[in-house]
């Protein structure tokens, strides 16, 4: 199978965005509410220029997989989408309360294979909560965009509707009068008009065999640990050292942390600082860089 790395699909760094959903009620009741959360996560994305590979909507949480420039973009990105879907559930529900103090997990995808189990994971979810039976049979996740699968027939431009439509289909006062994404005649906009499936397909070869294949052999546990459990767990400075020698190790060839150049350690900051729960004095000790360098370079 051909070699590939992130880096030959997309530029920009790839994040797993998801709202916590551990301790959250359920936000989301019925099929009106899962179609408004479906368009608000291709809005908000629309309005903080970020791109969408994968999504699934669950009814006290969501899963995302985006494309953008930094991780303060990926924090637009979500806030905007919860501060969509909490104006909608005030006007509905009265519950202007539902969605504040609810955080966020932002992980680096830095890894191909990352990237595919993450893409699996999200996918599967509503089938590891046993909502369904099989993958196709939910309709709140982008599954259907991969590989050719239905598409909707009716859908025309956003951009082609009144702004009195625009605001009564899609539940917003946003000006879209120049959005490019398309939407059909149930008033939910196409997945496929906004999800970058050639992306994801490219991830996966181009081979829908492969790709299923992804999703039947998934680890749900492992990867539930890993995106969520995992980051939330702080470490002392001898296990950070151990985990940042085991990426070292993988990453540059055998190398040890005091082999590393400032070079080689600058360019694992990120991925190290956002899959752990450290700090930035706890990384200056351990990679003997200053706290200055190590702010400026998770700020970009």
């Known amino acids: 199978m051909k070699n590939i790395e992130l880096k030959d699909l997309f530029s920009g760094n790839c994040y797993h965005v998801c709202t916590n959903g ?10 009106e509410d899962f179609k408004v959360a479906h368009n608000y996560l291709a809005l908000a994305g629309w309005k903080t220029g970020i ?18 420039k930094d991780r303060n973009q990926a924090v637009r990105y979500i806030r905007s989408f919860k501060k969509l879907y909490s104006m909608y559930l005030s006007m509905k529900y009265d519950m202007s309360e ?33 909502i369904c039976k099989r993958i196709e049979d939910y309709p709140w996740s982008s599954y259907p965009c991969y590989f050719n699968m239905l598409a909707h027939e009716d859908a025309g431009s956003i951009s082609d509707l009144g702004i009195r439509e625009r605001r009564m ?18 008033g939910m906009i196409e997945a496929k008009s906004f999800v970058r499936y050639d992306i994801v397909e490219k991830a996966f070869v181009n081979s829908g065999k492969f790709f299923l294949a992804s999703l039947g052999t998934c680890n749900d546990a492992k990867m539930e640990y890993e995106m969520t459990c995992k980051p939330l767990v702080r470490v002392n400075d001898k296990e950070l050292a151990e985990v940042i020698e085991a990426l070292t190790e993988k990453r ?37 860089l200053s706290k200055g360098l190590i702010k400026q370079i998770l700020s970009t």
């Open 22 to 31: 551990q301790e959250t009620p359920t936000i989301i009741m019925d099929k």
């Open 51 to 68: 791109e969408i590979l994968a999504f699934v909507i669950m009814s006290n949480h969501v899963h995302i997989i985006i494309i953008c």
């Open 98 to 130: 539902a969605l504040r103090g609810i955080e966020d997990s932002i992980s680096l995808i830095d890894s191909i294979s990352y990237f595919r189990n993450c893409v699996a994971y999200i996918l599967r979810n509503a089938l590891c909560a046993r």
């Open 169 to 186: 289909v899609l539940k917003t006062r946003m000006d879209l009068s120049e959005c490019p994404y398309l939407v059909n005649s149930e």
């Open 252 to 288: 540059f060839e055998g190398k040890k942390i005091s082999g590393l150049t400032q070079s080689q350690k600058c360019s694992i900051i990120k991925n190290i600082y956002f899959n752990n729960k450290t700090t930035i004095p706890q990384l200056s000790r351990i990679l003997g």
